[in-house]
């Protein structure tokens, strides 16, 4: 016990903050479909309560019908299939390094004529930045490239696109060689030349399908919360979440501002134990 929380220890995470409902269907309904879900399966969204601190006994059964009474997610839901051919993974050895770009569109049109959408993913960490653009030349790229990787990351070794114009350009070519960036371009005309492009593509789109329903001309301002979905959501192919790989911590989420949790009493005891 601390105070009126009853705790149960975690060897892996941190200490879990056992609650009972109502509290569990909050929890649930705060990281499926809130500000801060993705509509996440039933084996996801468990993951996810438990990495953000919570536990009940129920939590895997609980998640998994949870997101199978979800009407968006039966309707937009991936259809599962064989990939086309083996894959073959690309791997990087430190955050940042190495990242993949490309462009996605056209999408609905929203304000300001915005109809496409730049998408980079950092080959270590799976973080994923994310722009909506009413253009796509070859300065859209620079800037985006710019101001969200490099100014925010530091300068990769690398960056992994397509063959596009907006890519291959003299003036694009100038830029990466002047922050000693290579490029490496993917197979014109094969798509899965760029895995690791594709695979964030589809998780932002089928993410943005299940938040707005008629509301396709709404995107821009939803990609923001998509983004933090994904970010604070654990990868199977790291066993994490972007934000903790990239931050070293976890977010806090809205769920643990009205859910009592470890996570907020630790910071406030470290606040009052440093005064």
Known sequence: MKGDMLIRRSYYGPHLTCIKYPQTLEVLCKIHDGECGNHAGGRSLAQKALSIGYFWPTMRKDSTEYAR??????????VPGLPAEEYHP??????????AIDLVGPMPTAPANKEMMIVATDYFTK?????????T?????????????????????????DNGTQFVGR????FFAKYGIKQHLSTPRYPQGNGQAEASNKIVLDCLKKRLEGAEGKWVDELPGVLWAYRTTKRRSTGETPFSLA??????IPPHITVPSMSIE????TKTAGR
């Open 69 to 78: 009474r979800c009407d968006r997610c039966q309707r937009y839901k991936p």
């Open 90 to 99: 690309q791997n990087s050895p430190w955050p940042f390094m190495q990242w």
């Open 127 to 135: 973080w994923i930045e994310a722009e909506a653009l009413s253009s």
């Open 137 to 161: 030349k070859e300065a859209d790229v620079e800037r985006f490239i710019w101001k969200n990787i490099i100014c925010r990351f530091g300068c990769p070794q690398s960056i992994v696109t």
């Open 171 to 174: 003036q694009i070519t100038a």
């Open 247 to 252: 931050y070293g911590t976890e977010a806090i």
């Open 266 to 269: 630790w910071a406030v005891l």
